[in-house]
């Protein structure tokens, strides 16, 4: 085997021929050629700097190559690197003990998964072990993963290829559905969506619901914040029917949205809570389900019927801490929120210098634009298809270096928790020059 580097060519050929890509066909994917990242910054074989405005699928918050975090994993790798999941090891008793620290209210006890969607499925068996219930209630604009299970929780459209999938899974509309309105205020909204939720419940049968899974902020489908009283007023309607609350914080969890937690921002405790992504900012996969402690209790006295091989693995708990340490030390979930100020000021300035630009969403660094109207104000892309301006815009992201995802009729805007100010403005200096484009073509 040669050791000579790569180029770029060589690499996506290679990968091509030999592997296969996430949701596309590989006949149709254009991989980017990536050979070391460091900061905001990737970089190609043949040295082409590139922004990361994404931290990657939103999970490299602490940025790429941190000295620390890499010391850290070169120390950790000098130690224990895996034993079978039922020992006690120093690294999985010290993440633990750091996460009870860290996360909300009674939230103390933890499941180490390997991904977000090993954290949901644990989460989903957890929640019927528990309650003795089966069904459970999701969001159609939702995603929760890529198995079996997570899929059928999932309620984008990407669920629908995976169907019939496992039963039990009750899908309802968010309070922000795509098309209408529930109220025409935030308070409305939040009133209405909740008598329809109790709606639901009471046609499916309180006494069969285990729990409700929700996205404390939706990401994918939307970075969509929740309005204002809805996640109060959910966690009551849920302890009325004894319905447990899991807030999936795999992407908007670890300072992504200015705080540590979204729940933070809606002052809720969930009954689960389940991150991955940004536990280890991504330097090694690592998952979690964290449980309250009646939940925890009862896991005391009754089996969980399940287990992983990679459970609690040694060298991931150890980069865990690392890279915690790291986010929480320097100051990087406050950089979010105040560099989510200058995200919010540079998104309303391109929705009023262009057309195309209908709408920008953001908490923290978690960042969405909508390019979907032309200037007459009239809307454009389908919710299910992509105007060929949008592809054209992606072309000239990729050209101008700036690394984020377009698609439909939007693009994201989720850097690195450590970027500064100055490089924000240089990734919106490029969308500001990419949207001379959509405002030409609508
Ligand atoms: N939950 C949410 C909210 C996500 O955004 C994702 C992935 O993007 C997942 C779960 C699944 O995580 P993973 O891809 O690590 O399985």
């Known amino acids: ?88 090891t120093e690294p999985r008793a010290r993440l633990a003990k750091r996460l009870a620290e860290l996360c909300p209210g009674d939230i103390d006890t933890f499941f180490f998964t390997l991904s977000g969607a090993e954290s949901n499925e644990n989460a989903i068996k957890a929640a019927r072990l528990f309650t003795g219930r089966f069904k459970i209630l999701s969001s159609y604009r939702s995603y929760h993963g890529a198995t079996n299970a997570c899929m059928q929780l999932t309620g984008d459209p990407r669920r629908i290829h995976n169907e019939p999938g496992s039963p039990g899974f009750v899908h309802v509309m968010p309070p922000w559905p795509y098309d209408y309105s529930f109220g025409d205020d935030e308070e409305q909204i939040t009133a209405q969506h909740l008598r329809y939720l109790e709606e639901t419940i009471m046609y499916e049968g309180p006494e069969t ?3 409700m899974f929700v996205e404390t902020v939706t990401g994918t489908n939307g970075i969509l914040p929740p309005p204002k009283g809805w ?13 447990l609350m899991v807030c999936d914080e795999v992407m908007c969890g670890w300072g992504r949205t200015g705080k540590l937690f979204a729940v933070e921002h809606y002052d809720v405790v969930p009954d689960i809570l389940t991150m991955a992504k940004g536990l280890t900012s991504s330097y090694v996969p690592l998952g979690a389900m964290g449980v309250r402690r009646k939940i925890a209790e009862h896991f005391r006295e009754h089996v969980f019927w399940g287990g992983l091989t990679y459970n609690a693995h040694a060298y991931a708990c150890a980069v865990a801490l690392a890279a915690i340490d790291v986010l929480v030390g320097e100051g990087m979930v406050e950089n979010a929120a105040k560099q989510g100020a200058v995200m919010r000021e540079e998104m309303d300035r391109l929705i009023a210098k262009h057309p195309s630009a209908r709408e920008g969403r953001c908490i923290g660094l978690f960042g969405m634009m909508d390019v979907q109207k032309n200037a007459a104000g009239e809307s454009i892309a389908p919710y299910n298809g992509t105007h060929p301006a949008m592809g054209r815009l992606a072309q000239f992201f990729r050209d101008e270096g700036l690394f984020t995802f377009v698609r439909w009729g939007s693009f994201m805007c989720n850097p690195p928790l450590c970027i500064t100010e100055e490089q924000l403005r240089e990734g919106f200096a490029i969308i500001d020059r990419g949207l001379d484009i959509t405002d030409e073509v609508y």
């Open 1 to 88: 085997m040669t050791t000579e580097p790569m180029t770029s060519d060589e690499m996506i050929q290679t990968c091509l021929e030999h592997t296969m890509f996430s949701w596309t066909a590989t006949g149709k994917v254009s991989p980017l050629p990536i050979a070391r990242a460091e900061g905001v910054y990737m970089y190609t074989p043949e040295g082409k700097r590139i922004l990361d405005f994404n931290s990657q699928l939103m999970c490299v918050n602490v940025g790429h190559g941190h000295p620390k975090v890499i010391a850290a994993m070169k120390q950790a790798a000098e130690g224990l690197t895996y034993v079978f999941p039922g020992a006690a």
């Open 209 to 211: 619901i285990a729990a």
């Open 231 to 243: 996640l109060q007023g959910l966690r009551a309607l849920l302890d009325r029917y004894g319905i």
